[in-house]
């Protein structure tokens, strides 16, 4: 498989450490707030490419952190926390605002069909990993005490910026929301590792630590988990590519200075979902969430068809009518997979290894989504029978996750109860019969009807408006 490394900006073949796993961490969500469906795009691609991994035989051990300490407003290390700008605006304490919020993230991934990852860690359980690591970067001289905060000594570094082919907007962080400049930093890309009671005074979560009483950065606490679970090294490690600078810059400065030795190989950005305004944000106040969507009436499973039907490097414009489209899509989609026979031949082994080519083909090329979208396509129209494209459905369905051959398998219900219940004389009549009958209070015979019906295969439902029926 060749994957995009964003280090390297170049696609490269993706080979893992260690053959027997592929190590995977993720930035996980700042818990003041509901997702907005711009982060879940992040987190459908990232789900994408870990189902593909799985799908191409790998054994991958996936991380990912719950941030519900230490992000400021700014990722520059300045404004408020977030979690307690998120507890003062819903007057409750942060912990409480952490547990709904991260419940309603993972309701959403649910909805999503997003898979939990294997281990999710609330940053604040990790606090002696992030003191570990930051006792060593002073001892060794990468980090420096001023001001009550310890800081990352950039200058110490090789090379600080790793990411730098990045858009100008995209950088553009913390300068949203009204920065103020940090006059304990010897240079301005150095970042806080640990800030103490010095800063932020009504801060809620404190800890102890060799440096006073204080919460770590939001930076170091994925570093800390990542190592916790994973080791020293890391395969491919994701999030949305606003993350790339600084929070993955200083991911980078961190780890690798306190381990001596290059930390992960892979480093997969997902490109933003914009509005026709620009990109979607938390901070901007109004934001669309998943339950906005199902408020509407679409199926969250319509949203995810839509991100997987552009590529993941790639930003998105998110409008309604774009989204219309892509539902219209998805349930033709899904009518047409309806519409094949189930049990309908034998699966031909040979035509299903073609169709599988082209869906492994796109997904190797880079995680290319809409080109296996099209190899599904593909596979609905091949000339092959039935049995081999539900084969091949069900078998792409295990990456894209779009439930097609359960939702098929409904709307057949769905289409097969009333309609043939109006048209067919013989058993309606069969059921007046035993309306008579029960009316009559002969229960033998409405009994009989009941049971002949049922060994032609045809159930009886009785409804407040009456009996119907449905074939089995
Ligand atoms: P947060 O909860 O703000 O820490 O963000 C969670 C994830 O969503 C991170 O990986 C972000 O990089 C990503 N993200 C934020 N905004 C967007 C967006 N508009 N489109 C796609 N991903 C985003
Ligand atoms: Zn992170």
Redesign the pocket.
Known sequence: MKLYNSATRTKEEFVPNHPDIVKMY??????YHY??I??????IMEDVLEKYLRYAGYNVKRVMNI?DVG?LSSDADTGEDKMLKGAKREHKTVMEIAKFYTDAFFSDCAKLDIKTPDVVEPATNCIDEYIRIISKLMDTGYAYFAGGNVYFDTSKLEKYDVFNDFDAEDLDVGVREGVEEDTNKRSKNDFVLWFTKSKFEDQALKWDSPWGVGYPGWHIECSGISMKHLGEDLDIH??????AFP?HTNEIAQSESYLGHKWCNFWV??????TTSG????SKGEFLTVSLLEEKGYDPLAYRFFCLQSHYRK??VFSWENLDNAETAYEKLIARVAALKPGEGEVDEAAMAQLKARFTDALDNDLNTSLAVTALYDALKAKTNDATKLAAVADFDRVLSLSLVEKAAELREKNAGPAEEEHDERIEGLLAERAAAKKAKNYAEADRIRDMLAAEGVTIIDTPQGAKWKRN
């Open positions: 993720t930035c996980g969500p700042t818990v997702a907005h711009g982060n879940l795009r992040s987190y941030t992000h994701c999030g949305g590519i606003d993350n929070h950005h997902v490109h933003h979902l914009n990109k979607m944000s938390k930003s998105l």
